[in-house]
């Protein structure tokens, strides 16, 4: 259900149930959770790219698997996010190496959410994203409403999660929502160059400076100067940071480790 390829340092997640829009079902959840896992642990992974195979990217949980009709112990969704949707949400955001997502297709619910928790988000022009939570009574989860309340402000972000309307790519780009929108036929080459471009650079420095951004959205100022007179010290003692300035100093280009 993930179809996973390391190649130049990144590590290729495809989410693959291209019949069901790439919903989740469990075994797709596990699947993925697995490889974000392997790529915190593994130092050849030196970023992380995620698309979807088909024509959607995500269509969030698999309704399938929910029919009420079907029987069954009363639902307990508190219970699926916690097993399934924030442990994946937390390992991606604790993943200190570049996650870029590339968002092929319609990215729904549980979906549209898992791409804006990534670090750098292309989409197709052909892509939506749609909180579609609203249409079945539920409320935007896997990060959604923190997530989109932080981007876009209360005005939009109520507006999408109350009206499940969707946003085009080119208008989420406008809204910074996600990094760029790309015609549909370049995306994964150019997802596929950043990534690698990512990829061969200072992983470890990266790394902190992922960590430093999303510590601005809770640090007070003095906090977060702190924070990057700390992290900056950690930088500077990298055999990246030797390599950097040598490179720059002799005119060539860098060769980083990653460390
Ligand atoms: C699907 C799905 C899908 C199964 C398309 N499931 N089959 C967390 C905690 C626990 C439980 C609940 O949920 C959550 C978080 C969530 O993510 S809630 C939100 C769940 N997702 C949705 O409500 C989105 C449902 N899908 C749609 O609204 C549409 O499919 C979108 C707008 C994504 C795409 O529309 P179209 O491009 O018109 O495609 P389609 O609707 O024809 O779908 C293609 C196929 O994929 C179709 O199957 P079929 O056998 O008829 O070809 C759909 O049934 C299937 N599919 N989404 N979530």
Excluded at 49 to 55: E, F, H, I, S, V
């Amino acid at each position: 259900t993930v179809l996973a390829e390391l190649q130049q340092g990144v590590l290729c997640l495809t989410l693959n149930r291209p019949d069901k829009l790439n919903s989740f079902n469990e075994e797709m959840h596990l699947a993925l959770r697995v490889q974000i896992e392997r790529a915190h642990e593994d130092p050849a992974i030196r970023a992380v790219l995620l698309t979807g195979a088909g024509r959607g990217f995500c269509a969030g949980q698999d309704l399938g698997d929910r029919d009420p009709r079907k029987g069954g112990p009363a639902p307990d969704l508190g219970h699926t996010l916690e097993t399934f949707y924030n442990p994946t949400l937390r390992l991606i955001r604790s993943l200190e190496k570049p996650v870029i997502c590339a968002v092929n297709g319609v990215a729904a619910g549980a979906g549209a959410n898992i791409a804006l928790a990534c670090d750098i988000v292309l989409a197709a022009q052909s892509a939506r994203f749609i909180q579609a939570f609203s249409k079945i009574g539920l409320i935007p989860d896997a990060g959604g409403s923190w997530s989109l309340a932080r981007i876009l402000g209360e005005p939009r972000a109520k507006a999408l999660a109350l009206t499940a309307e969707p946003v085009d790519a080119d208008t989420a780009a406008a809204w910074g929502m996600i990094w760029k929108a790309l015609p549909d036929d370049t995306l994964m080459d150019e997802a596929m160059a950043l990534a690698s471009r990512l990829a061969a650079g200072p992983t470890l420095g990266l790394g902190l400076t992922k960590r430093l951004i999303q510590a601005a959205a809770t640090n007070t100022l003095d906090e977060q100067l702190d924070m990057e007179r700390d992290l900056q010290q950690t930088a500077g003692r990298s055999a990246d940071y030797a390599e950097g300035v040598a490179a720059f100093l002799d005119k060539r280009k860098p060769e980083f480790k990653g460390a």
